[in-house]
């Protein structure tokens, strides 16, 4: 029988690095780099015993691990003080990292919202009209292709008369509709494409929303599975996305 | 009880769901100065600060807010009847890269990290507490993250500037400037000041 297990613990090289260095009770500025790139390849063959899949970033560290150990190993030919020291490749990032853990912890032991303090509720009275405003976004990419298909047979049948060649990029359609949103607030799927006159520019529309919503700046409701989805801008004066 | 600019602006801090900013407020008492709203907020937080009730006035996200204070949490999570929110080490690490070194690139926290975080930016979007701030020109137009309001609420944060100061590593031999001798980049260790509570 086979089991695949996936050890949690090294999360990446980094972690393991720093495994390793708190184990041997080295000094992460004067890291014994044989030792610790010994013991770190044990660990990878561990982990392949195991049947754990050793993940890329995990070579390139035992790579590169590899790769110090032997210039440390070297004369230094040029006889140059000055030169770095080849072990600072895996210091500055093992520092960095180091950094940031602690970093995470600060944040982790500040007074959480909805951990350690709260705030008021809404009443259950305004809980429900919101929920009743914005029903759930049951919208997949099918729902909108069909929706897309509906408007372009509905809007463009037949024969299609192009007076001008106008070639519109999405990321300007993607402004465009911003600007329009911000102007109007929420629309219909079938209003976006109002002032589309070829199919390219269809297109480019279409593409320009999968974009916004794929950035989380609008969001698509459909109160019904017959109803038209509604587009909702979900960004803020500046812009961005708008959280909280 | 005479309606003062503090009991005003008492009771809209206390039916409001998020925080107010003084500028907000200034908007709906617009006969007083904009100053006086802020000396008046600055003086109800101190009120509940000596008051020793179970909740007081926080400053967070730019705003004000009432808030429990911490020792009450067992029994309003008895009482909300969920768990508190968690977040794993992994994330909570991609989130003070992202939160100190915004506006940044998937690859950059990448590099920090050592790791893939595909997924867990995906949760920290769905959690709402980072956000897409656009695209960087570089090749494959690559997505630039930050961090939300909600951010700031859920921390405790006033603002992004007032996050506490993050010591700076790149003293330690950067390629253009190798220079930092062995001491002092001892010296770089765990010399940031203290979290602002």
Redesign the interface.
């Known amino acids: 029988m086979d089991y695949e297990v996936k050890l949690e613990i090294f ?5 393991l690095l720093l495994h390793l260095i708190h184990k041997n009770e080295v000094d992460i ?1 004067d890291i014994p780099i044989a030792t610790i790139a010994d013991q770190y390849l044990e660990y990878l063959d561990i982990m392949k015993a195991l049947n754990i899949e050793v ?1 890329g ?1 995990f070579l390139i ?1 035992a790579s590169t691990l590899i790769h110090i150990k032997s210039k440390m190993l070297l004369p230094d030919l040029k006889g140059q003080d000055e030169e ?2 080849p072990r ?1 490749e895996i ?3 093992l ?3 180091m ?3 602690e ?20 009443s259950s009275y ?1 809980q429900a009209q919101m929920e009743d405003a914005e029903p759930r976004l049951d919208v997949n990419l099918f729902q909108l292709m069909d929706a897309f298909k509906r408007v372009m047979d509905q809007r463009l049948p037949g024969v299609q008369l192009t007076l001008r060649h106008e070639k519109w990029s999405v990321r300007e359609k993607t402004e465009v509709i911003i600007a329009r949103l911000k102007e109007t607030g929420p629309i219909f799927f079938h209003e976006l494409f109002s002032e589309d006159r070829s199919v390219s520019e269809f297109v480019v529309t279409f593409l320009a929303l999968l974009e916004l919503v794929h ?2 700046l609008i969001a698509l409701f459909q109160p019904t599975q017959e109803s038209d989805i509604r587009l909702v801008p979900s960004f803020d004066e500046n812009g ?2 708008r ?2 | 009880m005479g309606k003062s600019l503090e009991s005003l602006i008492e009771a809209l801090l206390f039916a409001s769901d998020r925080p107010l900013v003084a500028r907000e407020i200034n908007a709906w008492l617009s006969g007083e100065t904009l100053s006086d709203i802020k000396q008046a907020l600055i003086d109800l937080k101190t009120q509940y600060d000596t008051m020793e009730r179970s909740f007081v006035i926080k400053e967070v996200a730019q705003g004000y807010q009432f808030r429990t204070r911490s020792e009450y949490a067992p029994y309003i999570l008895q009482m909300l009847k969920t768990s508190p929110t968690r977040l794993s080490s992994a994330s909570l690490e991609t989130l003070a890269i992202i939160a100190y070194k915004q506006p940044i690139i998937r690859q950059e926290i990448e590099r920090l990290r050592g790791v893939d975080v595909g997924g867990i930016l995906k949760t920290l979007l769905e959690k709402g507490l980072i956000r897409i701030m656009g695209r960087k020109s570089l090749p494959g137009r690559p997505l630039i993250y930050g961090t939300t309001r909600k951010f700031l609420e859920v921390f405790d944060i006033k603002d992004i500037e007032s996050l506490p100061k993050m010591k700076e590593i790149k003293e330690l031999g950067s390629d253009e400037e190798q220079t930092a001798s062995k001491s002092e980049e001892h010296q770089l260790e765990g010399s940031g000041p203290p979290p602002e509570t």
């Open positions: 999360e990446g090289p980094l972690d500025f993940a970033d560290m770095e020291d600072i210091t500055r990032p520092l960095e990292y950094r940031f853990k970093l995470a912890g600060e944040l982790a032991e500040r007074e959480l919202l909805d951990r350690d303090v709260f705030v008021r509720r809404l305004f950035l989380g961005g996305n959280n909280g």
